[in-house]
């Protein structure tokens, strides 16, 4: 079954599922040179789009949602950009956008890598009387912080919400 997108404009669209089309992320990746995006599956494209929206919906932004019975965390009051300007309440930022083409082009290339399952987990090591309890890095290898797309989403994170610490293992 094709995926369908229908994007949020500010307007508070019926069964909106994201705040880019798939030509915005398109043009996003060519624009940035990110090659990887124009070599796959416009269902792929797509799936990637909507991985990456789960993630940037996932995250707790300053303000409110404007309208309550709206889905989406955007449109929103109360949320200023980095130069401190309102953002309009009609309107979702070009920073939320241009943050959800870059996790949407990292689920492209990595499915899953936003928003992984837990691994690993607690470690118990016990030594005769000696009891260790630890966390285990899962998989023992060093591990990426995603700043290329906390770079856009920064200005609009509420302190709980920040994903600072969004790693790839």
């Not at 993630?55 to 709206?70: A, L, M, P, R």
């Not at 060093?142 to 302190?159: H, I």
């Amino acid at each position: 079954m094709p995926i369908t997108l229908t994007v949020e404009d500010g307007s508070v669209v019926t069964g909106a599922n994201t705040y880019v089309s798939l030509a915005d992320a398109t043009l996003f990746c060519s624009n940035l040179g990110l090659t990887a995006w124009a070599a796959e599956a416009t269902e792929d494209q797509k799936a990637a789009i909507l991985r990456g929206m789960a993630f940037i919906e996932s995250q707790s932004y300053v303000g409110v949602k404007e309208d309550q019975d709206n889905p989406l965390k955007w449109p929103r009051s109360g949320a200023y950009d980095e130069d401190g300007y309102a953002i309009d309440t009609d309107s979702i930022p070009t920073n939320i956008v241009d943050g959800l083409c870059r996790a949407a082009y990292e689920e492209l290339i990595d499915s899953g890598s936003l928003l992984p399952n837990a691994e690993g987990g607690i470690k118990r090591e016990k030594i005769d009387v000696i009891d260790t309890e630890f966390f285990q890095n899962p998989g023992g290898s060093a591990t990426t912080v995603f700043q290329s797309v906390l770079a856009y989403l920064k200005p609009f994170l509420s302190g709980s919400g920040s994903f600072a610490n969004v790693e790839r293992y």
